[in-house]
């Protein structure tokens, strides 16, 4: 009564008030306050002690009381006792202030009336209040009211009011959710996502609510995914891993991407989008790496997580190579990005042997894709590639063989014919040298041997001597098992005769044509003492020594015609059911050849 008496200005009172209702003095706190407000009720600040009161009755939980406080400044304001723009501030902070306790508390009614009374201010008093965050408010309360109409007329004018503001977006696209509006939605998180990246002129403004945004699209795909709207919450998560600097978020992220679209990846390899789909995968993945080498390039130590969410990765890159394997293209991006991840790993032996196979798999398809190089400069960027991947290889399989028996893998095999590839089609100068081990080889297989043979000779390759010399080794091999596999020798006779007998001519710059003829007596020798070679071959033998001897005959050469074409009499007799087809011509041409050679007899002593 004395600091009244003293006539005191009103704040000075009020803080005299506070002070004793935060020491627990609320009797005599609230007894004052009382004696304030009747003290100014004539004062222009009466509406200020009025709001004081209403607060500090509503922070001691007497809502009742403090409701009709609160009614009393409403119906002052609306007959003539104007609040200030700033106490019009504060009465609206008190009111969504208590509105906001309550929603915590899941006191959604209760909430929900304070927001109303919020806006039944603002009806008579448009001043100082931002409409649309309290529509958001009001909106958030009728949905879990379950009131979906009244939250949707809400959300409706706080679009209309704030288009542009992440939050009103984010409930635009939780009503369209709830409804199953899935374009409608998308569009939501369409312009939720146009909200991060904004102009250069909106920039500092947006700043600000970038975070919020970012936040707003993981609800959003939690939201989505509670209420089973897969594409939908497809679409926020993607932006979330875009825009998101958080690690772990992403990659919580991206796992769950991952579980949304493993169970459809049959059905998109069948689909029209595929290359979309795995495009999109692929930066799943690359997003991964990028995020997991970031923590594992910053020196801090490495948690267990990280290490396991590496192995998660690695394994799903790894599933995918595998179902793309109709896509050579495709599946190589998957296997280089599985080895990628696995160097997030320890080098266990299960992630060698995964390293070692995925670089495998992708050497072998830049080797695939070379040969199709429509340009002799993407086919050299495709092998030099190829050779990179294959010298990471190798240092891996050295590695690996530490650890265990691994006489059964083809890894060297694969390894020395990949590199030879690479070399021969490079017209590498040290490709003789890289050879040398090979010769050197007591174990090399034939099927090796072959394929060195066959790659020698593929374009832009062209190295015959190498072929021959491989394809001469590999039929001593045949030669010298226990038991020989018939087919596979016909077929490495097959590539030494044809390599040198290309065409009706022998090939006698590689080898002495005596000598080609030793190869030719040698198979009908190997015919005559086994069963089961393959008639087409003895066919094929036969007409190449036919050949061979009227091109000799052509040249005057009647000797060696004569040679040649009595060895292929000779395989005429080891043909079984084309025999018939075949006797009779060639009984009569050789015959003809005879009497020719007869004739000119003479010739025969000026044979060069």
């Not at 890894?411 to 020395?416: A, I, M, P, S």
Request: hydrophobic content about 40%; proline content about 3%; glycine content about 2%.
């Amino acid at each position: 009564m004395e600091i009244l008496h003293l006539n005191m200005p009103l704040d000075f009172c009020l803080h005299i008030a506070k002070l004793l209702i935060d020491y627990e003095r609320d009797s005599v706190g609230f007894t004052y306050l009382e004696i304030i407000c009747d003290h100014f009720k004539s004062s222009e600040n009466a509406g200020k002690a009025l709001l004081f009161q209403a607060d500090m009755l509503l922070q001691r939980k007497e809502e009742l009381l403090a409701k009709e406080k609160i009614e009393e400044i409403m119906k002052g304001n609306q007959t003539g006792r104007k609040l200030t723009t700033e106490l019009v501030g504060y009465l609206h902070d008190i009111l969504w202030e208590k509105a906001a306790r309550s929603f915590e508390v899941k006191r959604y009614d209760d909430a929900l009336q304070w927001y109303c009374s919020s806006l039944r201010f603002y009806e008579h008093d448009q001043r100082d209040l931002d409409l649309a965050k309290l529509k958001r408010n009001l909106a958030s309360c009728y949905l879990r009211l379950e009131q979906l109409d009244k939250a949707k007329e809400a959300v409706a004018e706080a679009e209309k009011s704030d288009p542009k503001n992440v939050f009103t977006q984010f409930y635009v696209f939780k009503i369209a959710v709830i409804e199953g509006n899935t374009d409608r939605a998308l569009q939501a998180i369409t312009t939720l996502e146009s909200l991060i990246t904004p102009g250069e002129e909106r920039r500092h403004k947006i700043l600000k609510q970038r975070s919020a945004s970012i936040m707003l699209l993981g609800l959003a795909a939690q939201f989505a995914l509670e209420n089973e709207q897969k594409i939908v919450a497809r679409a926020a998560l993607e932006y979330l891993c875009q825009y998101s600097e958080d690690q772990q978020q992403v990659l919580m992220a991206l796992k769950c991407l991952f579980r949304l679209v493993l169970p459809k990846v049959p059905e998109i390899l069948v689909s029209e989008n595929i290359k979309e789909e795995m495009d999109k995968f692929l930066i799943y993945l690359n997003t991964a790496y990028m995020h997991l080498a970031r923590c594992f390039n910053g020196g801090a130590p490495i948690p267990d997580s990280r290490i396991n969410d590496a192995h998660w990765f690695r394994k799903i890159a790894w599933n995918m190579a595998v179902q793309c394997d109709k896509d050579s293209v495709i599946m190589r991006e998957f296997f280089m990005l599985s080895y990628k991840l696995s160097q997030f790993c320890p080098s266990d032996q299960m992630v060698l042997i995964a390293q070692k196979t995925c670089l495998l798999m992708a050497s072998a398809v830049d080797l695939e894709q070379g040969k199709k190089a429509s340009t002799p400069f993407e086919q050299t960027m495709l092998l030099n590639r190829a050779l990179d991947q294959i010298h990471k290889c190798r240092e891996i399989w050295n590695l690996l063989k530490e650890t265990g028996d691994f006489s059964n893998d083809p890894c060297e095999k694969l390894l020395l014919l990949y590199e030879f590839e690479v070399k021969a089609k490079k017209n590498d100068p040290s490709l003789d040298t890289f050879l040398e081990s090979v010769w050197q080889e007591p174990n090399v297989e034939s099927k090796t041997l072959e394929m060195i043979a066959s790659l020698a000779m593929e374009t832009p390759a062209c190295y015959p001597s190498i072929a021959l010399k491989a394809l001469k080794r590999a039929l001593s091999l045949h030669k010298v098992k226990e038991s020989v596999n018939i087919l596979k020798y016909s077929q490495c006779v097959h590539n030494l005769i044809n390599l040198l007998v290309p065409d009706r001519a022998p090939g006698e710059e590689l080898c002495p044509l005596e000598e080609i003829l030793g190869y030719f007596e040698d198979a009908v020798s190997f015919i005559s003492q086994h069963e089961g070679y393959p008639e087409m071959e003895v066919l094929w033998l036969m007409i190449k020594s036919w050949n061979v001897g009227i091109f000799m005959y052509s040249t005057r050469k009647f000797v060696t015609a004569e040679k040649w074409c009595g060895l292929a009499m000779r395989f005429l007799d080891h043909l079984g059911s084309l025999k018939r087809n075949y006797e009779t011509q060639m009984n009569f041409l050789y015959n003809k050849l005879a009497e020719a050679l007869h004739k000119n007899e003479s010739s025969v002593f000026h044979e060069e």
